[in-house]
């Protein structure tokens, strides 16, 4: 089983493909906080991202992308002495799919974006595990793939064709799958908790395995066996890569499987305990409130009233 799908799969990762941004000249934009993670693409000229609370500015080429994972403001520049713009206004009064900045008429620079939303635990089971921006400069050799879904949605919106946006929205999650993919070769060194253990061969296949049967009462020594290693080095190294060790990242998740069969069915409580891995409704509730703060029923309530109030 692959813990990658298993995640994005749980959390219900969505796109929306935003107007692109011509600028021309001395500009800046500044943009609010995303609710989500955001991501932007050079398809021509050059410009510089800063992001709140980072100390130096990141410089974009041609062909070069990101993705931000952090609730944080960030503003793109070509000049760091330029009067800076809000981004909203910009982006309202965007004709055929295309806002405007800078200095008249100018096209120096042009990029296209997108913001991708999850469900209310994407952020501690995805987000948090990233650094605050991951940058792909276009000369990066395994940035092809990447390189090629821009070009796809790039055309899909300038065509306008029949279903061209849910067809670029569906290209953008390929591009994030693809981001975290180039991210994670970079070596478990550049991320942390579970998506730095898709990194390590001693940590990625206790993943694997314990995503392939949740609901298995494991055992350290079992997940050792289906790691090839000694159980001392599975829990040494799982806590050192991930920060917690494999049983307890078993409950996590099996916690995290829960709360989605919650939000998304009628199932009792006793039912759910028996399909991820617990005996009994009182055992998943203990374990259920050690991990979230609340118990699986306040939860349900809490899920109930918020889709009302939506």
């Known amino acids: 089983m692959d813990p990658l799908e298993d995640v994005l799969a749980l959390l219900g990762a969505t796109s ?32 510089f991202l800063l992001v709140d609370g980072e ?7 041609e062909g070069d992308c990101y993705l931000l994972t952090r609730p944080v403001a960030y503003t793109l520049f070509s000049d760091p ?39 209310d635990r994407g952020r501690s ?12 400069p276009a000369d990066t050799p395994a940035a092809a793939t990447i390189r090629w879904a821009l070009d796809e949605i790039d055309s899909e919106l300038r065509q306008a ?24 070769a970079r070596g478990p060194q550049h991320t942390s908790g579970w998506l730095a253990g898709l990194a390590d061969p001693v940590v990625a296949p ?3 395995a314990m995503h392939g049967r949740p609901a298995q009462s494991w055992t350290v020594d079992e997940i050792a066996r289906a790691a090839s290693v000694s159980r001392s080095t599975l829990a040494a190294r799982f806590r050192q890569v991930v920060g917690v060790g494999p049983l307890e990242y078993l409950t996590r998740w099996r916690i995290e499987l829960a709360a989605d069969r919650i939000r998304r069915g009628s199932d009792t409580v ?6 991820v891995g617990y005996g009994s409704e009182s055992a998943l509730s203990v374990a259920f409130k050690r991990v979230t703060g609340v118990s699986p029923r306040t939860y349900r309530r809490q899920v109930a009233g918020s889709a009302g109030t939506a």
């Not at 089971?125 to 792909?136: E, G, N, R, Y």
């Open 16 to 47: 929306h493909v935003s107007a692109g941004l011509v600028a021309g000249g001395r500009w800046a934009v500044r943009f609010d906080p995303p609710a989500g993670a955001k991501f932007n693409a050079i398809r021509r000229g050059r410009c």
């Open 55 to 61: 100390p130096e500015p990141i410089g974009l080429a």
């Open 81 to 119: 002495d330029a009067p800076v713009q809000p981004a909203y206004p910009i982006f309202a009064a965007a004709a055929d799919g295309v806002a405007h900045a800078g200095d008249g008429d100018g096209d120096d620079m042009f990029l296209i974006g997108g913001a991708f939303s999850m469900g």
């Open 125 to 136: 089971l995805l987000l948090d595990s990233l650094p605050p921006i991951i940058h792909v």
């Open 161 to 184: 064709q029949l279903g061209s946006r849910l067809v670029a929205e569906h290209l953008a999650l390929v591009l994030l799958i693809q981001v975290l993919r180039l991210h994670l």
């Open 206 to 208: 206790a993943l694997r």
């Open 270 to 275: 006793a039912t759910i305990a028996l399909a």
